[in-house]
């Protein structure tokens, strides 16, 4: 989403010309408020590359969002109500957010089981990137622990019934603890074709948590990666890779997070469509490997964490005033393990799979308010199958299995109030 931002503003550069007041260029100019508040790496390679703001421009944004998920036996629904004001001036962005969160779900495949409701509100979350050189970004961001910063037992398993990276669930961001970093990208022009190749490169440090309950702490974490992309007043296309490392103990088994780091690959392209050029269509790709995790089980998790891979399309096309947008997803996880303790061998593999579905209408309201309402749906599977493996001293070894595979599905709707001046 964040190459949009870029694309966005190299196309405004190339045309030389004032963007105009008109409805359509105010939807234009929510949807690229919405693509800033992508906290992904990815943005700072756009960042490198757009013109810079002639004037400061300011956007608040509200998006409360009902979402409800069905998997197996177990139910559960969320109310989240994300956040955010950021605003850009000449060489510089900035942008605070936070989303308060209610939910409650089953804890366990037993039926009859009575649900557990609980509440809080993501990390209060400021950053700030500046622009300076030619092509270089700095960004400065900063977070406060969750509220609560730690989940208890119940809390956890009742996220855990229903948690794999395939949903999308924002109460995932309880329990998180405080972090503060520092990301810088380098980015260097290629020729005269609009290629560019970039350099990232950063670290966070998150505080160690207190008491008895379960947290996520990261400890330190350093990450670096290369990207590049080739932009024109067309579109752009672009890949990247970054590979994380964290430091971070268990915290005598409370913690959350798996430790290790991981690798990550990402492929993207967006064409301009339309006389006009306001509509676009968007297609990304990504693939995420853990690496040298030591707890992919955890009580947050219904399947352990493994290797995630998806494709997204989305798109934006205006309609008189009004613009459609569309977006269709796919994703996958998949891990699997292998153990042998006292001979008996063990097998663990486990995966998910969901694709989404979903339709949003920008609506412009007066000069500075845009209205955008959105539903969508879900649908897929998960399973796990465990096999192990007796010997025996005559014969070929005794084999158990035990599995399940639960349908998912789910859904949500939404509606984003955007205030640009």
């Not at 957010?97 to 779900?105: A, E, L």
């Not at 067309?234 to 798996?258: C, H, Q, W, Y």
């Not at 955008?372 to 897929?380: D, L, M, R």
Request: net charge positive.
């Amino acid at each position: 989403m964040a190459v949009l931002t870029c694309v966005m503003g190299t196309r405004a550069a190339a045309q030389s010309v004032p963007v105009r007041e008109t409805l359509s260029a105010r939807v234009r100019d929510s949807l690229i408020a919405a693509v800033l508040a992508d906290t992904n790496d990815l943005e700072l390679d756009a960042l490198s590359r757009l013109p810079s703001a002639t004037a400061l421009r300011q956007t608040v944004t509200l998006r409360p969002t009902y979402r409800r998920y069905g998997v197996g036996g177990i139910d559960a629904a969320e109310q989240s109500s994300y956040a955010s004001w950021s605003a850009r001036f000449r060489r510089a962005s900035i942008r605070i957010d936070m989303t308060p969160v209610s939910y409650s779900g089953d804890t366990s495949f037993t039926s009859g089981r009575p649900q557990v409701s609980f509440g809080g509100a993501s990390p209060v979350g400021g950053r700030l990137d500046l622009q300076f050189l030619r092509a270089d970004t700095l960004r400065l961001f900063a977070q406060s622990a969750s509220f609560p910063g730690t989940l208890p037992q119940v809390d956890a398993q009742a996220l855990g019934a229903v948690g794999t990276s395939t949903i999308d669930l924002d109460a995932g961001a309880l329990g998180v603890a405080a972090r503060v970093g520092v990301r810088y990208a380098h980015t260097q022009s290629i020729g005269e074709d609009g290629v560019a190749l970039s350099f990232r490169g950063g670290v966070e440090y998150d505080p160690k948590p207190s008491g008895e309950n379960s947290a996520s702490w990261r400890g330190t974490t350093v990450r670096g990666g290369v990207g590049i992309n080739r932009i024109s007043t067309d579109g752009t296309i672009g890949a990247s890779m970054e590979v994380t490392k964290s430091f971070a103990d268990s915290l005598g088994g409370r913690n959350l997070f798996p430790g290790g780091g991981s690798l990550m690959l990402d492929a993207r392209a967006i064409r301009f469509v339309g006389d006009d050029g306001t509509g676009f269509v968007s297609v990304n790709g990504f693939y995420s490997k853990p690496l040298g995790i030591q707890r992919a089980d955890q009580p947050t998790r219904l399947i352990p964490i493994g290797a995630f891979v998806g494709v997204t399309a989305t798109g934006a096309f205006p309609m008189g005033a009004l613009t459609v947008l569309p977006l269709v997803s796919v994703i996958r996880e998949s891990s699997n393990a292998t153990a042998v303790v006292n001979r008996v061998s063990t097998g663990l593999y486990a995966s998910g799979q969901t694709a989404s579905l979903s339709l949003g209408l920008a609506v412009p309201v007066g000069r500075f308010i845009t209205v955008t309402p959105e539903v969508g749906g879900a649908f897929g599977s998960v399973g796990q199958t465990v096999t192990s493996s007796f010997p025996r001293r005559f014969g070929r070894p005794i084999t158990r299995s035990q599995s399940f595979s639960d349908a998912i599905r789910g859904g949500w709707v939404s509606l984003e109030l955007s205030v640009t001046r």
